[in-house]
């Protein structure tokens, strides 16, 4: 993303540190996979419109490229540690997104011919693991990968002038994979351009209205938080079925699929994330949208949430003067179906698409080191730009 509007020649070490600073990019639009603004017909123009379709910010399309050769040649990706010291199996970039050229590796022996090296903010930050040796090797570039929020990503400021490329949920990252995004159908039908992206569908009149009215899984409570807040006033005025560490037991294994399928007997569904930043919208938000719940969000502004959805598939509790009229919208909502229906027309217009950790990630590095060939400018001020 970023970085493929630059060119530098590749640089030892100590000129990457003298490297000038990124260019981030700011604006809105609705993120969805496509490609670029296009002309639409006569038809379609006012929805599009309405949308706010003429698009800045663009996930790396992965999935929606046929298999297809890259420029760039073969790169070798070394991830330094895995994630959080968990075991997962490295992904075949070409089977799955046709992405060819990618050889990916937990060998630590292959770091002096590694033509990228991805680390793992929370991991070299806590102190579980150190960075790679000093001097790197020529030209190869150090990709800062982090999926936490501002508020819980500690120690930045030790990272200023060390690495070439960002890959986080943040749109101005180099290298942008959100929680989740929409894929819009083309022309409003099942062909889906996406292959692993699932379809989603308009409630049926018959299904309109679901059994339960309003469900929130939680597993990290902290009465600091301003979630935990917000859910002491709303209950005042509405049941809240809690599910997880400090609620009802999710059923299944209460990950993925089982999450879904609980709130897929819900209305409504509070999709809170812990701290309130530019983009951090996480799964919670896309866990709701593939159930057909409407989420009821806490998090960044409503012209950030607009970036990803249409203003019409969410409520912000930030439209409401209180809590309690927040209430009585959700009541009125279940009592008059038609109105309910408006937050429900949009999602026959699109998939939906949630990055599997890490391996989406990982191809997404891939590629872009493959087409940043010889460019190591330094990421600099990464403190003063992520915590915007």
């Known amino acids: 993303m970023g970085a493929a509007g630059r060119s530098t020649a590749a640089a030892p070490r100590a000129d990457r540190r003298a490297g000038t600073s990124r260019q981030r990019r700011g604006g809105a639009g609705l993120v969805v996979l496509k490609g670029t603004c296009s002309y639409v017909s006569a038809v379609t123009v006012g929805f599009l419109l309405l949308l706010g379709v003429c698009l800045l910010y663009l996930p790396d399309p992965l999935a929606l490229r046929p298999p297809a050769a890259e420029d760039g040649g073969e790169v070798t990706l070394l991830i330094w540690r895995r994630p959080f010291g ?48 000093e001097p790197r090797p020529f030209a190869q570039k150090w990709i800062w990968m982090n999926y936490e929020s501002p508020t819980h990503t500690p120690r930045l400021w030790q990272f200023e002038d060390v690495f070439n490329l960002t890959l986080s949920y943040r749109a101005d990252s180099d290298i942008f994979l959100p929680y989740g995004y929409l ?18 569908r308009a409630a049926s009149r018959s299904r309109l209205v679901r059994p ?8 990290n409570w902290s009465e600091s938080h301003a979630r935990v807040s917000f859910y002491h006033q709303l209950r005042r005025y509405v049941q809240v079925d809690v599910f997880g ?41 896309w866990n709701a949208v593939r159930a057909g719940a409407v989420p009821v969000v806490l998090g960044p502004s409503r012209q950030n949430y607009e970036r ?25 909502l279940r009592r008059e179906p038609a109105r309910l229906r408006k937050h429900l027309d949009w999602r026959e217009a699109y998939s939906v698409y949630q990055p599997s950790f890490w391996s ?15 460019r190591t400018d330094v990421v600099k001020d990464l403190t003063r730009w992520f915590h915007v």
């Open 308 to 332: 990803f959805l249409p203003p019409e598939a969410f409520i912000h509790v930030d439209d409401f003067a209180s809590v309690r009229g927040l209430a009585r919208y959700l009541l009125m």
């Open 360 to 374: 989406d990630h990982y191809c997404a590095a891939c590629r872009a080191v493959r087409r940043t060939r010889g």
């Open 183 to 200: 894929v819009p159908r083309k022309g409003g039908t099942d062909v889906v351009q996406n292959r692993f992206a699932q379809p989603l």
């Open 86 to 133: 968990r075991h997962r199996a490295l992904p075949d970039c070409l089977e799955r997104f046709g992405i060819g050229g990618c050889t990916l590796t937990y060998e630590g022996s292959a770091y002096p011919r590694a033509d990228a090296v991805i680390v793992h903010h929370r991991d070299v930050a806590t102190g579980a693991d150190a960075l790679p040796p």
């Open 212 to 219: 339960r009215l309003l469900a929130w899984v939680i597993s």
């Open 245 to 285: 560490r400090s609620g009802h037991p999710v059923p299944g294994d209460g990950v993925g699929g089982s999450v879904v399928r609980l709130v897929g007997r819900y209305q409504f569904y509070l999709a809170l994330e812990n701290s309130q930043h530019t983009d951090y919208i996480t799964e919670k938000l």
